[in-house]
């Protein structure tokens, strides 16, 4: 079974430019999600979603982060302008449901450096 | 809200020592709790789990046991490897849109 799908794998910018995430779900799986995760820190949620549908965006910087997902499968992450804060791994992730116990799967990760 | 205090690294072992990282949640409910680990370059992948108070999630020779008294979720391996070098983080997952939250992570780096 192929595993969560992201790119690229790294990305350099500089300030107030835009940039843009990818990521393939593993098949299936109804549940995507993103997180940012800052060097020394875990990760952190920053939007749900269940089929295309928003579920949680509550910490979602939404003055410059958007993201969707159209037709329920890929989603992309966008950020517009970016801030040297935003440097940090992007990680998707994907579960077949949203019940407690279930497992979620991560993508290897975009790894994003503002200058 | 929910939250996740691990121990904070990093954590030095040589090969064959016993390993323990502990981590404590504040959690309304009744959370499931979760391990990951993130190899160097690689992704974060589930290592173990357990969803209910007094159940041991175990992989890999890692043991962990859901203590809801002491709201206590301690990594333990008996015997570490220098495969073993990575991030743990523990999670929960709670709440009304049964988000994950991480703790912080710990580095562990075992020793030949």
């Known amino acids: 079974e192929a595993g969560v799908a992201q790119s690229p794998r790294y990305k350099i910018i500089e300030k107030r430019q835009s940039v843009a995430f990818w990521c393939n779900p593993i098949s299936g799986h109804a549940t995507l999600y993103w997180y940012q995760q800052i060097l020394g820190q875990g990760p952190k949620l920053l939007i749900q979603?269940?089929?295309?549908?928003?579920?949680?965006d509550s910490q979602l910087p939404k003055d410059r982060f958007s993201a969707e997902r159209l037709k329920g499968v890929d989603s992309t992450l966008k950020i517009q302008p970016a801030k040297l804060e935003d440097s940090a791994v992007y990680l998707c992730a994907s579960s077949s449901s949203t019940s407690q116990g279930d497992t979620q799967y991560f993508g290897p990760g975009t790894r994003l450096t503002v200058l | 809200g929910n939250s996740v205090t691990q121990m904070e690294g990093p954590v030095t072992l040589s090969e064959e020592a016993f390993l323990t990282i502990n981590c404590t949640y504040t959690a309304t409910g009744y959370p499931s709790l979760f391990w990951y680990v993130q190899y160097p370059g690689e992704g974060l992948q589930l290592l173990l789990k357990?969803?209910?108070?007094?159940d041991k999630g175990s992989n890999k020779g890692f043991e962990a046991t859901y203590r809801k008294e002491t709201t206590s979720f301690h990594l333990e391996k008996g015997s570490v490897q220098v495969s073993d070098s990575a991030v743990y983080f523990c999670?929960?997952?709670?709440?009304?849109?049964?988000?994950?939250?991480f703790g912080k992570g710990t580095l562990l780096t075992v020793n030949p």
């Open positions: 357990a969803t209910k108070a007094d």
């Open positions: 999670a929960l997952r709670g709440g009304s849109n049964y988000k994950l939250t």
């Open positions: 979603f269940q089929n295309n549908g928003v579920v949680d």
